[in-house]
C-alpha cells in the first residue's frame, strides 16, 4: 500500500521525530484510548463496512485519520499529500458477496 516512493519511510520517521519513544508499556494489559482514538476506530469500521471490506486495515484507519486529525497528525499527512482520494485509490477493490 502507498507506492508513492518513500511515503512510508518519510512518515515513519517524521512521526518519531514527533512523537519520541517513551518507556515500554506491557502488552499484557488495555491501554486507555482518547475519545479521538475511539472516533477514528468506529469511522474506520464505518469505511470498511461502506468499502465491502471484511477487516479493518490500515487504509480504513488511515482514511478516518485524514478525515479528522489535527495538529502534528494532521500536518504531517498534509505534508505528504495524503488525502482521502490518494488513500482510496491505494486500497483494494470493494469485495461484495
Known sequence: MFAR???AESLRAE??????????V?????????ENAKRVLQL???????LGHPLI???HLLLAMVWRER???GEL???HRIDETFVKS???PAQRP
Open 15 to 24: 512521526m518519531e521525530r514527533g512523537f519520541p519513544k517513551g518507556p515500554p
Open 77 to 79: 499527512l498534509e505534508r
Open 5 to 7: 516512493a518513500g511515503c
Open 57 to 59: 486495515e490500515g487504509g
Open 71 to 73: 495538529g502534528f497528525v
Open 44 to 50: 474506520s469500521e464505518e469505511q470498511a463496512d461502506v
Open 90 to 92: 491505494e486500497m483494494p
Open 26 to 34: 506491557s502488552t499484557s494489559v488495555d491501554l486507555p484510548l482518547s
